[in-house]
């Protein structure tokens, strides 16, 4: 059964700092990778997706990495800003289902 | 406007109560999926629906059933609510169309449920 985890839960840092998020997975058989931001009480948006065949996804300051074999992903944050400030999670797609969510890591970024 | 709407945003119903959840999308997708979320544990796969003639449950079935009545719309029920199911649910959508295609999932807002 795939199982999904994050680390660390929780993270605070001063506002400027880049950060990484980690996100590992048990079963490397994955059809791609979702990374989402939630913010309080809010839904699910999604911020990158990296195919399996794909190593990495940039979207402004966010990058994402997927090294399959070895069941990582992280999202890496350049220059956070207190609107950063949310709970990020990790989602692995297995071909024929649907995702299964890591329990996230919530973001402070103080200003 | 949202592209994937849930109805109602929030509701507060007692034990024994039969509910449902609706979720609409405009979206044009073919997959819909219903999750919930509850503190500490994640979120959830309750049931998913790949095209109106596919249903599968998810991880946490029991106590749930789902309709999908058109392409556009999902629902969720819960035929007699129990304390335990007091959780934010969620709707999501996903196309496979197109090459290649990437399947990324689409939330709604959510639907935060007591039940008393």
């Known amino acids: 059964k795939q199982e999904v985890t994050q680390i660390p839960a929780a993270l605070s840092v001063p506002e400027g700092e880049n950060l990484v998020l980690n996100c590992s997975f048990t079963?490397?058989?994955?059809?791609?990778l979702q990374w989402f931001r939630q913010d309080p009480g809010k839904g699910l948006t999604s911020l990158l997706l990296?195919?399996?065949?794909?190593r990495e996804q940039t979207s402004g300051r966010l990058n994402a990495s997927l090294d399959k074999s070895s069941g990582r992903s992280t999202l890496y944050i350049a220059a956070s800003q207190p609107g950063d400030s949310a709970t990020y999670l990790c989602?692995?797609?297995?071909?024929?289902?649907?995702?299964?969510f890591g329990k996230g890591t919530t973001l402070s970024v103080s200003s | 406007d949202a592209d994937v709407t849930q109805t109602p945003r929030n509701r507060i119903t007692k034990t024994g109560k039969r509910i449902m959840l609706e979720c609409s999308q405009t979206?044009?997708?073919?997959?819909m999926y219903w999750y919930r979320q509850d503190p500490g544990l994640g979120l959830r796969l309750i049931y998913y629906s790949f095209d109106v003639k596919d249903i599968n449950k998810g991880e946490i079935s029991d106590g749930y059933s789902v309709s999908r009545q058109a392409q556009a719309k999902f629902s969720l029920s819960l035929e007699s609510a129990i304390p335990n199911q007091t959780a934010l649910y969620f709707c999501a959508t996903s196309d496979t169309s197109g090459f290649p295609s990437t399947d990324t999932q689409y939330f709604g807002p959510g639907t935060r449920l007591t039940v008393l």
């Open positions: 990296i195919q399996s065949s794909q």
């Open positions: 079963d490397s058989a994955i059809y791609n």
């Open positions: 979206k044009g997708h073919d997959r």
């Open positions: 989602a692995v797609n297995q071909a024929g289902t649907a995702l299964i």
